[in-house]
């Protein structure tokens, strides 16, 4: 038989598991057009290779092995893998970007495609009421009562006290401070200031966040740091989100115009210690 009689070699049996092998596969595949994938041989080694290749990284993600080998086959696909210098390397990433999503996904409750864009991606995964031992209305921030109290609804119940006007509160406070030990200048023009910022902030906590870190009215008001975070704690009550409800949280000028008066105030043995405490000492801190 003359060796032109012979039967063509059929293709197929390319080495998979190198980067020129896997292109030249690649190239195969995509030559012979559809269908291919599915009666070849060697591309169902190919994906059982993959399989196992990425199971370790499939595990890490809580997905099956299978998924991952999904995600190498849809790499496969493209013109780019094809033609790399490395496909392995394009698949590779390809594979590990899919099983970050695929898990971003699990987590928030959506597709894929949504957890890779960037509006959603922000987010945390979903969690349950159970999940963790603390309750979540005591830890998490959304539950927590930061609303100033409506004093439209107080105003309305004959039965509530009348709160006093915003001018009264504020000499009332000056009173206050000036009777438990304050100078009647520092307090005055240290009340009045904190009382301008609120005005123009809107709430006390943006106040209170502004006028903490206003070194330059410390140092006109002559206050050392612990008076002058002291005064703050006092005037507009306790940031912390625990507090709102309590007198500690609303501080004197809400609790004055809530209908608290001054001879209530000066019952107060908490309040007297701590605007004696905040005090400026006289002849240095």
């Known amino acids: 038989m003359r060796a032109d009689d012979r039967a063509p070699t059929p293709p197929g049996g390319e080495d998979y598991t190198s980067s020129e ?13 559809p269908g291919a994938w599915q009666h070849d041989q060697t591309a169902a080694e190919l ?23 999904t995600a190498a086959f849809d790499a496969m696909q493209y013109r780019s893998t094809r033609n790399a210098a490395d496909p ?17 996904g699990q987590g928030m409750l959506c597709s894929t495609q ?11 995964d979903a969690e349950r009421f159970s999940d963790r031992e603390t309750p979540l209305t005591e830890w998490h921030p959304a539950f927590h009562v930061t609303d100033e109290p409506d004093l439209d609804d107080d105003a309305d119940d004959a039965s509530e ?12 406070t000056i009173a206050l401070f000036t009777k438990w030990g304050w100078p009647a200048t520092t307090a005055r023009t240290a009340v009045e200031h904190v009382c301008g910022v609120l005005a123009r902030a809107g709430s006390r906590q943006t106040a209170y966040e502004s006028l903490r870190r206003d ?68 002849g240095g801190y």
């Open 215 to 282: 070194q330059h009215a410390r140092a006109l008001l002559d206050l050392p740091a612990k008076s002058w975070s002291m005064l703050l704690r006092i005037l507009l009550g306790h940031p912390h989100p625990a507090y709102a409800a309590t007198d500690t949280g609303r501080g004197v000028l809400l609790r004055l115009l809530i209908g608290e008066n001054l001879p209530k105030l000066l019952e107060d043995n908490g309040l007297r210690l701590a605007v004696e405490a905040a005090a400026p000492k006289r």
């Open 47 to 69: 994906m059982a290779y993959a399989a196992e290749k990425y199971a370790a990284l499939a595990r890490k993600h809580r997905l099956d092995p299978w998924e991952a080998a």
């Open 114 to 124: 949504q957890a890779r864009r960037p509006h959603f991606s922000i987010f945390h």
């Open 161 to 172: 006290p009348a709160g006093v006007s915003a001018t009264e509160a504020v000499e009332e």
């Open 88 to 104: 392995w390397a394009m698949v590779t990433h390809a594979v590990r970007v899919t099983c970050v999503f695929e898990e971003r």
């Open 21 to 33: 092998g896997l292109r030249a596969l690649l190239h195969r595949l995509h030559t012979a057009g």
